[in-house]
T-cell receptor, first 114, second 110 residues
Framework: GAGVSQSPSNKVTEKGKDVELRCDPI?????LYWYRQSLGQGLEFLIY????????KSGLPSDRFSAERTGGSVSTLTIQRTQQEDSAVYLC????????????FGPGTRLTVT | KNQVEQSPQSLIILEGKNCTLQ??????????LRWYKQDTGRGPVSLTI?????NTKSNGRYTATLDADTKQSSLHITASQLSDSASYIC?????????FGAGTTVTVRA
């Protein structure tokens, strides 16, 4: 079956604009993760969804960042009033269970804030 | 401070040669350690996953080792190929969160 997909693959936006990034996890995967990968940096955990449980938002860097997961499947990461430091690759991953199980990553969305 | 440190930051090797990448971690509690390969413009792809009780695991020409006592892991690439050029990321899991190293960029030249 299909892997994790993300859209758009690239997004260029002006500082101050809002952006929405989409993630379609692998069908049947209950866990979904968002990460940010800045140039030359390791991946940074942003948010974690598991089934119908309250999401772990502890990695979100500011209140300009929010994410939702509708129907336990598709997720949208929203960044409001984008800043230049938000420029990064945003990666989504899903897994059938938590932690001990394989996380499958999408190709990422490259966000550039000008 | 990053809980997962990788070395070297980058390396260049000739096709057919071997190389070893290092990963030291301080993540606690420890559940498992993973090595991922990330091609340019792609998401990471898992190479190996090792739990506390495993000290070596192979995936083709990739062999990972784990010393949970010293909290060190290595990834050995044997007989490198041009397609091995990528970033190799060490990932340590404690709970459901993963701690990522910054990666080692490997460039294989003909």
């Amino acid at each position: 079956g299909a892997g994790v997909s993300q859209s758009p693959s690239n997004k260029v936006t002006e500082k101050g604009k809002d952006v929405e990034l989409r993630c379609d996890p692998i069908s049947g995967h209950t866990a979904l993760y968002w990460y940010r990968q800045s140039l030359g940096q390791g991946l940074e955990f942003l948010i974690y969804f598991q089934g119908n449980s309250a999401p772990d938002k502890s990695g979100l860097p500011s209140d300009r960042f929010s994410a939702e997961r509708t129907g336990g499947s598709v997720s949208t990461l929203t960044i409001q009033r984008t800043q230049q430091e938000d420029s990064a690759v945003y990666l989504c991953a899903s897994s059938s269970q938590t932690d001990s199980y394989e996380q499958y990553f999408g190709p990422g969305t490259r966000l550039t804030v000008t | 401070k990053n809980q997962v440190e990788q070395s070297p930051q980058s390396l260049i090797i000739l096709e057919g040669k071997n190389c070893t990448l290092q990963c030291n971690y301080t993540v606690s509690p420890f559940s498992n350690l993973r090595w991922y390969k990330q091609d340019t413009g792609r998401g990471p792809v898992s190479l190996t996953i090792m739990t506390f009780s495993e000290n070596t695991k192979s995936n083709g020409r990739y062999t990972a080792t784990l010393d949970a006592d010293t909290k060190q892991s290595s990834l050995h690439i044997t007989a490198s190929q041009l397609s091995d050029s990528a970033s190799y990321i060490c990932v340590v899991s404690g709970d459901y969160k993963l701690s990522f190293g910054a990666g080692t960029t490997v460039t294989v030249r003909a």
